[in-house]
């Protein structure tokens, strides 16, 4: 395997990726758009061009095709926007043609050429209620905080018709506003019914310009200044587009590699570098094969181009495409930043602990092989040139689709973070790096193609490895929560989750019945960690006190008794949508935001995390624990309150 590995590493050519993404990142790629359709062409030709079998597919997106659990949207057309200060001008404060991140994504045309618009300035946390004096009709808003606070009731309500914003997302400990003084945020509509929402546009500004803006603004009350804009889009009715290849293997098995494709030009790191590591491992893998100097595929391999989301779940749903076949995968999202410049390591996200899967135990030792850059000060030994980290899981990409239970392809994600340019217009080709480059595609390949060909005395070798994470994170939890209550619980879950996983390498075997000592492998391993675990116990705890950290049956609250059943494969996308329609069940889902998603941190994981620990055996009470174990979050009403939101969508019942 690891002579394997080295080919591969060998083979790849980071130069060769940062072209790519100067051409991939010249397009305009947002989700259902013809810019986004014109990249899909262009990476297909190019897969074509080099021998490699490819294909476009295209699924209607128009507000009423429904995939697994995700709504379409609509397609998006742009052909130019532009915003003129009229007040101390002319002066052009956006320009799309120049800058894409100048026009908010999704925007509705627009045409104030020959009328200019009053701008009203509303400082940071504006409410409705210290609006209520303020004339909102067929102005312009000049907005310095997240637009999406003012959505329910400056536009509708007061008659707004569009807004500038020079609001950008800060990130404590990565950038600050002063940071990226000259960046424009990347800010997007994102429309679920067009027919009943406002048709309202917007630009982006730099931190600069909005201080001056600003400025000029508090100069002229109380009068306004004025600006000239144009909008040229549409929305319609559309597709999005997945462009697929494939390296066929000697048996009915596929692995896999998923990047997104899409976000507003240039998005060099963000996921122009994910999407050009990818064709990379296509390429090399291609060319190896071809030349003969890795041995043939025993399982195919299957590489995704996606919209974000969208496109995984459209592939997903479709009863043409063979996802049953695929065992495992990696995600590739944000691969390339110079480490130097603000971008922090090369991370390989885990599995989710209600999915358990040896697949990040592969992916880490990927990761040792590229890591070895250099020779030690005295000649012996490796040292690594670059910053990489494995963590647990977390969400955001498309790994969090394909990882699910219910779709059982485990998924770990290579991406960067943190990372200080993420949804600017300063993600550009600049900022990649050739060299973090060629190790991100030297992992994606080497993944892929080692799982595909994995066999026995590999799998030594991949459960030493799982071994050792175990290892790792049981000294890790004790080292940082010594003292906490609970302890001894989070120990012996820990220990079931990594036994899980080391169960889970069977799912590289089922078509490979020749291996005669595979369940002995797995058994040993497994009683490796009940006598570690056992060890540590007896350290932390003596005499009456491991007798106390003992684990016992739980008798769980009455109303935490039940057991819910999913009705739907794949994670909700966008709660909200199940409401859309019904206005009961809009009234619960907005009592439920307001009492408790709002009340929560990271409420959204928690609530994906809840959705894959339903599995019509767990009760509530069950639910309630894993999440606690696994994310820290002990909110029983919590866990309630959403399943109880699920049921009333009907897509939550209960287990007979």
Not at 98 to 108: G, L, R
Not at 221 to 240: F, H, M
Not at 549 to 557: N, S
Not at 626 to 654: N, T, W
Request: proline content about 5%; charged content about 25%; overall charge negative.
């Amino acid at each position: 395997m690891k002579q394997n590995l080295r080919t591969i590493r060998d083979a790849v050519d980071g130069d060769r990726i940062t072209n790519d993404i100067r051409t991939i990142s010249s397009y305009h790629r947002i989700q259902a758009s013809t810019g986004y359709r014109e990249a899909a062409r262009k990476l297909a030709a190019t897969l074509q061009s080099e021998g490699i079998d490819a294909r476009i597919l295209s699924y209607p997106f128009d507000e009423k095709h429904w995939y697994l659990a995700s709504k379409s949207f609509m397609e998006w057309d742009i052909k130019d926007a532009w915003l003129e200060l009229v007040t101390e001008g002319p002066k052009v404060l956006a320009d799309f043609r120049t800058e894409a991140t100048a026009i908010v994504q999704k925007s509705h045309p627009c045409d104030h050429r020959r009328e200019p618009l009053d701008i009203v300035m509303l400082e940071a946390g504006a409410t409705e209620a210290s609006c209520e004096d303020l004339d909102f009709s067929g102005k312009l808003l000049f907005l310095r905080d997240d637009f999406n606070r003012y959505m329910d009731w400056a536009f509708e309500k007061k008659g707004a018709i569009g807004f500038v914003t020079d609001y950008l997302r800060e990130v404590p400990g990565v950038r600050t506003r002063a940071d990226l003084y000259d960046a424009r945020n990347y800010t997007s509509f994102w429309w679920q019914n067009i027919e009943k929402e406002p048709a309202i546009f917007g630009f982006v500004l730099t931190p600069r310009q909005g201080d001056e803006l600003a400025a000029l603004c508090r100069k002229m009350t109380p009068s306004s200044p004025q600006a000239r804009c144009e909008v040229d889009t549409s929305l319609y009715p559309g597709e999005i587009e997945v462009v697929e290849c494939y390296l066929k293997g000697e048996i009915d098995e596929d692995i896999l590699i998923v990047a997104h494709l899409c976000h507003p030009r240039p998005s060099a790191n963000d996921n122009a570098s994910g999407a050009a590591c990818a064709l990379e491992a296509a390429r090399v893998i291609h060319k190896l094969l071809d030349e003969g100097r890795l041995p043939a595929l025993r399982r195919g391999i299957r590489i995704l181009w996606v919209p974000e989301f969208a496109g995984t779940y459209a592939w997903l749903s479709d009863v043409k495409n063979p996802s049953a076949k695929i065992i495992a995968g990696i995600n590739l999202d944000m691969v390339g930043g110079r480490q130097l410049e603000g971008y922090g390591p090369l991370t390989l996200t885990s599995q989710p602990q209600a999915a358990p899967s040896i697949v990040t135990a592969m992916a880490e030792i990927c990761l040792e092989q590229v890591k070895k850059n250099a020779h030690g000060l005295d000649g012996e030994g490796d040292v690594p040139m670059f910053n990489a980290f494995i963590a647990p899981f977390s969400a955001g990409s498309d790994h969090q689709v394909l990882s699910d239970p219910t779709i059982d392809i485990p998924t770990p994600m290579l991406g960067q973070w943190p990372d200080k340019h993420y949804h600017t217009s300063a993600d550009t080709v600049e900022r990649v790096d050739p060299f973090i480059l060629h190790k991100s595609a030297s992992i994606a390949a080497g993944f892929s193609y080692a799982l595909a060909n994995l066999n026995e005395d590999d799998a030594f070798l991949l459960l030493s490895k799982a071994y050792e994470r175990f290892i790792r994170e049981l000294v890790s939890v004790i080292s940082e929560e010594r003292e906490s209550v609970g302890l001894s619980d989070k120990l012996r879950h820990i220990a079931k989750v990594h036994q899980a996983g080391i169960r889970d390498v069977k799912r590289f075997f089922k078509q490979m019945p020749d291996v005669q000592t595979l369940d002995q492998k797995i058994e040993s391993f497994s009683t490796l960690i009940d006598r570690q675990l056992e060890q540590f116990m007896a350290m932390l705890y003596e005499g009456d006190q491991l007798e106390g950290a003992k684990e016992e049956d739980r008798d769980p609250a009455l109303e935490y008794a039940y057991r819910p059943v999913r009705l739907y494969r794949s994670p909700i996308m966008r709660l909200i949508e199940y409401a859309l329609e019904d206005e009961e069940k809009m009234g619960a889902y907005r009592t439920y935001m307001k009492a408790h998603h709002e009340r929560v941190p990271n409420a959204r994981t928690y609530e994906l995390l809840i959705q894959y620990y339903i599995d019509g055996e767990r009760t509530l009470g069950d639910i309630t624990r894993l999440l606690k174990l696994e994310s820290g979050c002990d909110d029983p009403a919590f866990v309630h309150a959403y399943v109880q939101l699920l049921m009333c969508f009907r897509i939550v019942r209960l287990s007979d």
